[in-house]
């Protein structure tokens, strides 16, 4: 061996060797089935506050017809957009599952999902509610408030029934306008360009 060349075993030193059988983890400690008491807690405070400045309304609605596609564009939204995001030109980013969910629950997640993918600067999510084939049928009674929820939210500019391959009457597009982070990134790059 010459002097460049170093032994293996003075490189492990002191290194012992695992055992047989002793290469495994000890799942002696199994996990808790359970949330501890502080985590019950901290969910309960979370909850709470998101129901305090839940503003959806659960109030009456006017029912929907179970076969019409949905189709809202905010004020000042290019009839362009509303087009591509009916035509699926826009990829959802997220998807949020409502199927067969208590109406209560429902407003809950819907206003946290729509709350979060704007703050998560995402741009299109689909919703999947399902849709019921009597006007009065659960899935057409939550696609109902759907219409009225998603009209609520300043984040919400369009919303249109989904393609076939993402749900179509059972499921809806929902375009939202970008953070102000986004549009300060973006007229930071348009004046790069001109400058």
């Not at 290194?15 to 019950?40: C, F, H, I, W, Y």
């Not at 689909?126 to 049928?137: A, F, K, N, P, T």
Request: hydrophobic content about 35%.
């Amino acid at each position: 061996m010459s002097q460049g060349d170093v032994d293996f075993q003075d490189l492990m030193g002191k290194v012992t060797p695992l055992s047989r059988g002793k290469n495994k983890a000890d799942l002696s400690r199994q996990r808790r089935d359970t949330p501890s008491e502080a985590q019950l807690v901290r969910r309960e405070s979370a909850m709470a506050s998101d129901e305090d400045s839940n503003f959806l309304s659960d109030d009456f609605v006017d029912l929907v017809v179970p076969h019409d596609p949905f189709e809202y564009r905010r004020d000042g939204i290019q009839t362009g957009v509303l087009e591509r995001l009916r035509h699926g030109g826009y990829a959802p980013e997220a998807r949020l599952h409502l199927l067969k969910r208590p109406l209560a629950e429902c407003r809950r997640e819907l206003f946290s999902f729509i709350r979060e993918a704007h703050e998560h600067e995402l741009r299109c999510v689909l919703i999947v509610h399902g849709r019921g084939r009597e006007i009065d049928s659960p899935p057409n009674v939550l696609r109902s408030y759907l219409a009225k929820w998603l009209c609520q939210f300043e984040e919400v500019q369009a919303y249109v029934s989904a393609q076939p391959a993402h749900g179509g009457l059972g499921a809806t597009y929902v375009m939202l306008r970008k953070s102000e982070r986004a549009r300060a990134r973006n007229r930071e790059r348009q004046q790069k360009r001109r400058g």
